[in-house]
C-alpha cells in the first residue's frame, strides 16, 4: 500500500486557540517536522517543515498572501500545494492533510495531498 493509498493516521497538534492567526509553528507529528499554520481566513495549514531548496525550517519564516516564504534565500511556497513560487527553490515540499474536532487540530503524516 503506498502513502496515497492508506488511511489517514490523525494525531493532534494543538488547540485552534494555541496557534496565531498567520504564525508558523513547528510541530512534530510521530518522526516528521511539520509546520502549522492558522491564515487569517481561518483555514489550517501543514507543510514539511523544510524548504526544499536550503533545508533550513519553514516555520521561521512569514506568511504572505497564501504562501510561506523561507526567511534565508526568499523561496515561496503556496500553503495549499506545496509548490513553489519563485526562485531558488524549484521543488515543492509535502503538503498534509488536516483536520478540526472541537477545538483540535489534527495533522496526518503519513497521506499526502
Given at each position: 500500500?503506498?502513502?496515497?493509498?492508506?488511511?489517514?493516521?490523525?494525531?493532534?497538534?494543538?488547540?485552534?486557540?494555541?496557534?496565531?492567526?498567520?504564525?508558523?509553528?513547528?510541530?512534530e507529528v510521530g518522526e516528521v517536522a511539520v509546520m502549522v499554520v492558522r491564515t487569517s481566513e481561518g483555514k489550517i495549514h501543514a507543510l514539511y517543515d523544510t524548504c526544499s531548496h536550503a533545508e533550513v525550517p519553514l516555520s521561521e519564516?512569514?506568511?504572505?498572501?497564501?504562501?510561506?516564504?523561507?526567511?534565508?534565500?526568499?523561496?515561496?511556497?503556496?500553503?495549499?500545494?506545496?509548490?513553489?513560487?519563485?526562485?531558488?527553490?524549484?521543488?515543492?515540499?509535502?503538503?498534509?492533510?488536516?483536520?478540526?474536532?472541537?477545538?483540535?487540530?489534527?495533522?496526518?503524516?503519513?497521506?499526502?495531498?
Amino acid at each position: 500500500m503506498s502513502r496515497h493509498d492508506a488511511a489517514p493516521e490523525w494525531e493532534a497538534v494543538g488547540s485552534v486557540s494555541d496557534f496565531e492567526e498567520d504564525r508558523p509553528e513547528r510541530c512534530e507529528v510521530g518522526e516528521v517536522a511539520v509546520m502549522v499554520v492558522r491564515t487569517s481566513e481561518g483555514k489550517i495549514h501543514a507543510l514539511y517543515d523544510t524548504c526544499s531548496h536550503a533545508e533550513v525550517p519553514l516555520s521561521e519564516g512569514e506568511i504572505i498572501d497564501g504562501e510561506i516564504e523561507c526567511w534565508l534565500h526568499g523561496s515561496t511556497f503556496n500553503l495549499a500545494t506545496g509548490k513553489p513560487s519563485c526562485l531558488p527553490a524549484v521543488d515543492p515540499v509535502p503538503v498534509y492533510p488536516t483536520k478540526i474536532e472541537g477545538d483540535v487540530i489534527y495533522v496526518a503524516t503519513n497521506v499526502e495531498l
